[in-house]
């Protein structure tokens, strides 16, 4: 049977997995001017450690949305057990189940990066706030791949 990079991630509930880790998300948040009145949405949310994290200090209203299913049990868990008010939703970045002009933030930790990037970043405009902000941590490549390398890689995930 063939797992891919993410469906591991997902059986083994790794929380973090992103570029910098749950500390560089802490910093960054930190820069930013959320409070009790900021919609937030937790773009490919994983095991929802960035979402509960958002509620929790913030006291924002958060949504959370992954494609995984295994990934939305364990953020289920979470928000349950922290008896946290979390909207979950399983469903795909790329065609995201909200109206126009809806968050003041989109995060998105090392998600992007695995879709088609160009409709995602269209349905991150679409639903962010005229002054929306879009938090996107991701590994980027600062030259081109040699594309059988790329090919190679994308085997391996
Ligand atoms: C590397 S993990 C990062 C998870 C989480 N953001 C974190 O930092 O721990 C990538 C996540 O993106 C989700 N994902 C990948 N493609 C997606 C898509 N098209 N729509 C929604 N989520 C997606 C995966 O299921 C996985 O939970």
Do not use: W
Not at 25 to 53: F, M, R, V
């Amino acid at each position: 049977m063939n797992h891919s990079y993410q469906d591991v991630l997902a059986i083994l509930g790794i929380e973090g997995a992103h570029p910098g880790g749950f500390e560089l998300t802490k910093q960054l948040l930190e820069n930013e001017k959320i409070d009790p009145t900021s919609i937030i949405l937790d773009a490919g949310c994983g095991t929802g450690q960035t979402s509960s994290y958002l509620a929790k200090t913030f006291l924002c209203k958060v949504s959370a949305l992954d494609n995984h299913p295994e990934m939305v049990k364990h953020a289920k868990k979470r928000f349950q057990k922290a008896n946290l008010s979390i909207d979950l939703y399983n469903s795909s970045i790329e065609k995201l189940p909200f109206d126009n002009n809806s968050f003041d933030f989109i995060i998105a930790e090392s998600t992007t990066a695995f879709t088609d990037i160009q409709k995602s970043l269209q349905e991150f405009y679409r639903v962010l706030k005229l002054e929306g902000t879009l938090l996107s941590i991701d590994m980027t490549a600062e030259t081109s791949l040699d594309p059988a390398l790329k090919k190679r890689n994308h085997e391996l995930l």
